[in-house]
């Protein structure tokens, strides 16, 4: 080959490859144009929103003090800041001791003080009045031990049968100022206030200090009645004298008349203890003590590693953390928190992303997307909520929401999408937890292993087993990273089996739990587990028994694709089990008009034969309509009820439509459009609804074949199959070309195997009638 001609060899693809760049648009990569993309807003609402919670969630539990008392500490605390705390138990102590030296409070009886005024002041007018001395009462005679000469006294402070100004002046003063400030108080109650008190505080009825201390005068409840009075006139007879300007003689008379009155009045005492105001003043004197103050340096020592977590240590943790918030730079409060919104953007991030690519389907609904957010975030406030009140249950509140989420997500989707959440719930666990990493690998342990048990769950035994299993992988976990990471000091081997024990039973409860909440789950998430369709399957179902006695073709007919589309399921690795349900249930609308349905027909004539093409494909059609609403009024799940609704997918129903077609032609009025004769819809939306659809129409072509063998039902499975694929049946299934063609081989395999060759037995050639013998018997069909 020459030069020129291998440049024009080559020079072709380069001018192909130019042409195509210029006529394939490019694809657009501006915002407005990535916004308008199905499901992108709903998306980017629902991460923002699990962004919001999750961030909320770390960061408030990462701030709580998240310790016990009597736990070993794992590693050493210091003070971030310098701060004074209240000496509580000193502050105490200074306060009571000043409530203890508070004074005694005693109120003046200003009662006792008036009921005095009035006979002391009417007494000259008293004396004045009898005529002579032995006239005057004996009782006012004794009681105020009058004599001639102090009689004559008093009757000179008389005019016109009332006391002189001078004396009301004197007996007011003594009332309402001398008397007040000499209390009157019994030994026995002034001796035991004394010893308590020491000095104590003597008030009018304002509040007011009135009188001191030294001049109380103490009446004695000691001795007889006749020495009190001698000493308590004695006392009165000085102050009197003293103080208000009465002669020694007038003295002696008023003071025995105060004790004569006193007497009367059943009390000595002209001031009483007031314990309401003692208290006050106690209080008082409590609340004028100044805290005493501990100071708390920046990088000293709250508790160092190895230690036991005292009360003390607690409260000092939750007061410096609180003192943190408060008190601390806001950049060294702000910046943990914006790295933890930034770590938890990462992770949603992460799990858009692997949620978009893997499984785009979940990004198109916003209600889907809602819950796998909800359940996130949902275990993980349980988390955080238990642990934060209750520290000692960590392992409880780690293992148990982390692994309900590896639960319901792989019963809800699949291995691969389970195990992703369940990393994810992880790290949003040991991150709120602030654990190490040794945590968030027990816990992704735990998950896979459970993840790795259940690929399908058909019997409870397979959830006992994986519960059983991980119990034992977390409870020895538990022990090793307890040894790991707590120092071995007195009562870390407790610490380490309470740890382990509580973690193992987590696990263990947790498998029973899901076992218990399984239909609950399964309608909360509108999913369906192999429990449920394994007793689906069961041929007692009510269902199912109709189906066999109303329409026992249709029933054998069921049973047959079943079993196809399963063989074929499992060559791809899809759902067998959903797709042999699936293929049991997708004819049970013809239970209301089985006789319409070949398979049904028993008789030689044919319904449809008295029907127009029209009627009769009403009729036909309309068993999807009837098999969605007998499902709906059973309860059968939402993905067994799209097997029924799409088996048919918009396939052109081809014997009416020609049929109209002919009928047509004879009546040119008429007019047949082929949109008329399809089935509504919808086409199938996963790969096993598809191979449902390609068993069918195989299985119900190959009945009609007059003799099926390999070669015929390979070339019939491969038309059907190319027939459904051009018609666009299978366009909103993820099937790939790959997939069709392992299904049509498969598919192949089992129809040949039943309508597989015969060996036809050789039979003897008949004999001769004979009288006296009969007829030879005919072999055994094999």
């Not at 009898?130 to 004794?142: L, Y």
């Not at 000499?182 to 009188?211: C, F, M, T, Y």
């Not at 000085?238 to 008349?257: H, M, N, P, Y």
């Not at 589309?565 to 209301?592: F, M, Q």
């Amino acid at each position: 080959m020459s030069k020129t001609t291998k440049q024009k060899a080559t020079s072709k693809p380069i001018k192909r490859r130019e042409e195509l760049r210029r006529t394939v648009p490019k694809p657009s990569r501006d915002l407005k144009s990535l916004l308008l993309r199905p499901g992108v807003v709903s998306a980017l609402l629902m991460g923002a929103v699990f962004t919001f919670g999750a961030s909320l969630l770390v960061i408030w539990s990462r701030e709580q003090v998240k310790v016990d008392v009597r736990q070993i500490m794992t590693d050493t605390r210091l003070y971030r800041l310098t701060f004074d705390v209240q000496d509580e138990a000193q502050t105490d102590k200074a306060r009571q001791e000043a409530q203890a030296q508070a004074q005694e409070v005693f109120t003046i009886k200003t009662e006792t003080l008036e009921q005095l005024r009035e006979p002391l002041l009417n007494l000259p007018a008293t004396v004045a009045q009898p005529a002579s001395f032995e006239e005057i009462s004996a009782e006012i005679r004794q009681g105020y031990a009058l004599s001639e000469v102090s009689a004559t006294t008093l009757a000179a402070f008389s005019e016109d049968g009332k006391p002189t100004a001078q004396w009301k002046a004197r007996i007011n003063d003594l009332i309402d100022t001398v008397l007040p400030r000499h209390p009157l108080i019994p030994s026995d109650v002034w001796g035991v206030a004394n010893l308590q008190r020491g000095k104590q505080r003597l008030e009018d009825i304002n509040g007011q200090v009135v009188a001191d201390w030294d001049d109380v005068i103490v009446v004695s409840t000691e001795g007889d009645s006749l020495q009190r009075e001698v000493k308590l006139r004695g006392a009165l007879e000085k102050v009197i004298t003293d103080e208000v300007g009465f002669s020694e003689r007038l003295a002696e008379t008023i003071a025995a008349g105060i004790v004569f009155n006193l007497e009367s009045l059943n009390t000595y005492s002209t001031y009483a203890r007031n314990a309401q105001a003692t208290q006050a003043l106690a209080e008082k004197r409590a609340a004028e003590v100044e805290p005493i103050m501990i100071t708390y340096g920046k990088g000293d020592v709250i508790y160092k590693r190895g230690d036991r977590l005292t009360g003390q240590h607690l409260d000092l943790l939750r007061l410096e953390a609180a003192k943190y918030r408060a008190q601390g730079w806001r950049g060294a409060v702000w910046g943990p928190r914006i790295g933890l919104i930034g770590f938890v953007v990462i992770i949603t991030a992460l799990v858009g992303g692997y949620v978009a690519t893997f499984y785009p389907g979940i990004t198109h609904n916003w209600i889907r997307l809602a819950a796998i957010g909800a359940l996130l975030c949902g275990m993980l406030a349980i988390t955080v909520s238990i642990v934060i009140p209750a520290p000692k249950f960590m392992y409880l509140a780690a293992v148990g929401p982390t692994l309900l989420v590896a639960f319901i997500a792989l019963l809800s989707y699949d291995q691969r999408i389970a195990l992703f959440l369940s990393t994810t719930q992880c790290a949003l666990v040991t991150l709120a937890l602030q654990q190490s990493i040794g945590l968030f690998i027990l816990l992704l342990a735990g998950c896979g292993l459970v993840i790795g048990q259940l690929r399908e769950v058909r019997h409870r035994s397979s959830l006992i087993r994986a519960a059983t299993t991980t119990t034992a992988l977390v409870g020895l976990g538990a022990i090793m990273l307890g040894a790991l990471e707590t120092p071995f000091v007195d009562g870390a081997l407790r610490q380490i089996l309470w740890n382990a024990g509580l973690g193992a039973g987590t696990t263990f409860s947790i498998g029973f739990l899901v076992l218990g909440i399984l239909p609950s789950i399964e309608k909360m998430f509108d999913i369906t587990t192999g429990m449920t369709l394994a007793e689906l399957r069961d041929p007692k179902q009510p269902l199912l028994r109709q189906l066999q006695q109303r329409a026992p073709g249709t029933y054998n007919h069921s049973l047959q694709v079943a079993n196809i589309a399963e063989a074929a399921a499992e060559t791809i690795g899809a759902n067998g089990l959903l797709l042999y349900v699936g293929a049991l249930y997708h004819d049970i609308g013809k239970i209301n008009k089985p006789q319409y349905f070949i398979e049904n027909q028993t008789e030689a004539s044919n319904k449809h034969e008295k029907l127009s093409p029209a009627m009769s494909l009403l009729v036909i059609v309309g068993h999807v309509k009837d098999g969605i609403e007998l499902a709906r009024e059973y309860g059968l799940p939402r993905r067994i009820q799209h097997f029924i609704e799409s088996h048919h997918g918009t396939n052109l129903v081809e014997y009416f439509y020609q049929a109209a077609k002919t009928q047509a032609e004879v009546d040119e009025k008429a007019n047949v459009e082929e949109i008329e004769y399809r089935y509504p819809g919808p086409k199938p939306r996963s790969r096993e609804a598809a191979i449902l659809m390609l068993a069918d129409s195989v299985e119900s072509a190959t009945r009609s074949m007059a003799e099926p063998n390999p070669s015929r039902i390979e070339n019939l499975v491969r038309s059907l199959s190319r027939g459904r694929l051009v018609d666009g049946q299978f366009d909103q299934c993820e099937l790939t070309f790959r997939e069709l063609s392992t299904i049509e081989e498969s598919i192949i395999k089992s129809i040949c195997a039943i309508y597989h060759s015969r060996i036809s037995y050789p039979t003897a050639k008949p004999a001769e009638p004979d009288q006296d013998k009969a007829p030879a018997a005919e072999p055994a069909s094999a």
